[in-house]
């Protein structure tokens, strides 16, 4: 639960927003039974806390959307593991598929959700941009020819399991997502 403090001692300063970001804060603040005041602080507190510590809000984002989706929607274990365990061969293609499902389950616009879902997975490995309905990862972990055919044949499931048509292109440094 969402920590609490005592506007009413707190120095107030003003701030403006979008009226639809402060609808929406209104929001969510009657449901975590806090005032206005108090959850936006929180909030704020918290996100200049995170990009302090250098890590960069924007970059998360997506990542910590599709992990929270996995883990509501995906009963198993995630483990982290370091990059040369993307050089194991075998269960690749049924872990993209399983994502797909996730992907179908949570998202309106399965488009959006395989996008969403591969720049998360591919962010950590190196370089990831975003170019419309495709998503270019550049690494030097990606020169491996088993860590590009495990990626692809990953990316190649989520994409059926998700009812996506697109393609997937491996080169030495790159893999490239391209969802039509």
Known sequence: MAKSRKSSKATRKSCFMDSKVHERLGEMAQRKRMSLYDYTNYLLEIGVEIEESGVNLEEMKEFIKVMGKVFQFYKGTVIVAPFNATEIKGGWRELGK?????????????REGVIGVTKSLLWPLGQVVENGYEVRALSPTLTSKNVLENLKEMMEGLLESAGVKGEVVADPGALVVRVS
Not at 98 to 110: E, F, W
């Open 98 to 110: 399983r994502l797909g499902v996730i992907v179908r389950q949570s998202n309106p616009d399965c």
